[in-house]
């Protein structure tokens, strides 16, 4: 699995270079980061997961939008295994691409109305590959839709969009052991929003300077009938960070070398819920620890 993921994450980065034109980035901002938690849940699974996570993010802008693109490697301890005949935890990869197309910079014209600053066309996909002993995920997903960008220190972004989810499941237990092939949900949609917000340098006296609140949030309507024939939910994921600016006070450049505390709350995860799954773990209350590390 180590080598199938890294081939995976290659073959992707090497698609994405390719298929996309060579464009002057007006800005640009690459990172990799560590976090973990203690408390990670995945559906029918009752215990507690303990999780590192390992991630390349990449973020630009040039005249006419910007990129966004993050891929988690995921490495689960024992209580999310990886088969039935080792103790080692589930191994996972998981890619997320946006591209944001500023439609006032297409049309020669900024489109502003109150606070919002901009209209975008967000097009994207969401990969997954993960090798664990109860459902093995190989989703493939589509997104696309309208978002506002709005004017506030920092960014912060909200959009509506449509997604195309298909997934081919291969577990070692009925009923996910008798799906064969890809299965595709109904097309629904998502209401999304992101963000990154300097904290006011008076709130906190000197050391509020390179204090940052970030995150996502994800309300994902129900999907239809999932694989096995039971109907999903409405799903939100939550992920927020406090991040500080450590290295500058070691004479880095800005935000070189950032640490701090995340939290995620995950409801009905992968659209499963209560009555699904028995009310085991499709729900979950991440706290984490999170360092990054900027190019």
């Known amino acids: 699995m180590r080598l199938t993921t890294t081939n995976a994450a290659a073959l ?17 901002d690459t990172a990799i980061s560590w976090r973990y938690g203690t408390r990670y849940r995945e559906p029918f699974n009752p215990s507690d997961i303990k999780k590192n996570i390992f991630a390349l993010t990449h973020a630009s802008g040039y005249k006419y939008g910007s990129n966004y693109f993050n891929l988690d490697l995921l490495q689960s301890d ?11 935890g589930a191994q996972e990869a998981y890619v997320v691409y946006r ?51 709005w004017d506030v220190p ?7 969009l449509l997604l195309r989810e298909s997934n081919a499941p291969s577990g070692a237990f009925p009923p996910i052991s008798q799906v064969n092939g890809r299965y595709t949900y109904d097309t629904h949609a998502m209401f999304s929003a992101s963000w990154g917000i300097p904290l006011p340098a008076n709130l906190l006296g000197d050391w509020a300077q390179g204090w940052g609140f970030e995150g996502y949030l994800n309300y994902i309507g129900a ?13 939100t994921n939550l992920d927020m960070q406090l991040m500080y600016d450590l290295g500058s006070r070691f004479g880095q450049p800005k935000n070189r070398f950032r640490v701090g505390v995340e939290y995620q709350f995950w409801n009905n995860k992968f659209g499963n819920t209560a009555a699904t799954t028995g009310n085991r773990s499709q729900r979950a209350s991440t706290p984490m620890v999170r360092a990054e590390y900027h190019f």
């Open 12 to 28: 992707i980065l090497l698609a994405m270079s390719a298929s996309v034109p060579a464009i002057a980035a007006d800005w640009s």
């Open 78 to 88: 024992k209580n999310d295994p990886a088969s039935l005949t080792q103790d080692e």
């Open 154 to 160: 920092g960014f912060l972004s909200t959009g509506l």
């Open 223 to 235: 999907k239809g009938r999932d694989e096995v024939g039971n109907p999903t939910g409405a799903e």
């Open 99 to 149: 591209h944001t197309l500023d439609i006032g910079a297409l049309r020669g014209a900024p489109i502003q109305y109150g606070k919002v600053k901009g209209l975008g066309l967000v097009l994207g996909f969401d990969w997954n590959t993960k090798n664990d002993v109860g459902y093995n995920s190989r989703k493939r997903m589509l997104v696309a839709g309208p978002t506002l960008m």
